[in-house]
């Protein structure tokens, strides 16, 4: 196959970032051999490391350059190093500023257990086996972005810290559209995820919802308060297809169902802008974890959430659907194999390292 090159951005970021990052551009070179795509790679620095390099956690000439690409690859930015830097300097500054400045305003966080990896779940294995839920959450808006925000001194020598919590229409309508679709694609049911019965903002989610529902008769939207929805994830999460909602509760929401699944380490989560009139659309590409400074550098990090962002990618940006899924059948293949890092160990298995968690992949994906 001799398609365009696709240019792809790779932030690897800080701690397991770096390592993580290594295994995928082995997995992209050998895909670039195998005459399975053709990439052109470009890579800079995010968070920590770009603090060190430039004094700031995202410089504009790395953000010029990831609006060049067709898509970004990121790792993990963060760790104690940078712990005493001031608050807008911070590594995770970064991540928010690439998120805003691309127009990311859709994450989607699968939460997709692995037949394999069915008893890692904290919770019985008939609760979580053969779970598959996406969970929409709205990136770019609300809680964490609205104005005015601060924390004051009053009159009376008390401080009052403050947030505000702001959507509009476009706002909801555009990430609806985003969760609707998915769910085109998959079991074509959406829950929207509000707090109706106590914030006006979310009063207008529930509106809004319901209007871009119409113009998609074949799927059911049903909607359930954020209380109740975090219950329900815990209770019996197979009910859910695809979960839409705000960037506060989805921030929390998808953490905890990270956590059904039973590994960070197994994560891949995608961020996505509007798509313009020429077909392009901003996304970012990165595991739902950390840095992980307790690892760092160890070659103990699991690189199969990246390794699973880097199938996202191929499928969310550039409908390689058929390579997506040669890659995950790859990573299912070495999971089947017994073949496990330390934070997904179990008895009996083969322990490897970050870089042997690659080359059995590797090797799934040559025979696959
Ligand atoms: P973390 O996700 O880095 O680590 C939490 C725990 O999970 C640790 O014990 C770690 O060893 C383990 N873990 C995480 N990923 C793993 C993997 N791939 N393989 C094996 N084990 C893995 O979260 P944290 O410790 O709360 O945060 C560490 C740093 O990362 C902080 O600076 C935080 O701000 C930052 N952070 C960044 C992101 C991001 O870049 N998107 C997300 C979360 C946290």
Known sequence: MTAKKKK??????????????????????WMDQAGM??????????GGS?????????????????????????GAVGGPKWDDVPFD???????????????LFANLRPALVFEELAEASTLKREVVAGLDIMIVRELTGGIYFGQPRGIETLPNGDRKG???LVYTTPEI???????FDLAMKRNKRVTSVDKANVLESTILWREEMEKVAKDYPGVELSHLYVDNASMQLVRNPKQFDVMVTTNMFGDILSDCASMLTGSLGMLPSASLGATDAAGHRNALYEPVHGSAPD?????????????????MM?????DMDAAADRLENAVKATLSDGVRTGDIMQEGATKVGTSGMGDAVLRHLAAG
């Open 295 to 311: 690892i760092a550098g160890k070659n103990l990090a699991n690189p199969l959430a990246m390794i699973l962002s880097l199938a």
């Open 314 to 318: 191929l499928r969310y940006s550039f």
């Open 8 to 29: 792809v951005m790779l932030l690897p970021g800080d701690g397991i970032g770096q390592e993580v990052m290594a295994q995928v551009v082995r997995i992209m070179e």
């Open 50 to 74: 770009s603090i060190d390099a430039f004094g700031e956690p995202l410089t504009d000439e790395t953000l010029a350059d990831c609006l060049s690409c067709d898509a970004v690859l990121m």
């Open 37 to 46: 795509a053709s990439f052109e790679l470009m890579a800079g620095k995010i």
């Open 173 to 179: 309508q555009r990430i609806g559209r985003v969760a």
């Open 162 to 164: 403050f947030n505000t």
């Open 89 to 103: 300097k911070k590594p995770e500054r970064g991540l928010l500023r690439i998120r805003k400045d691309m127009g």
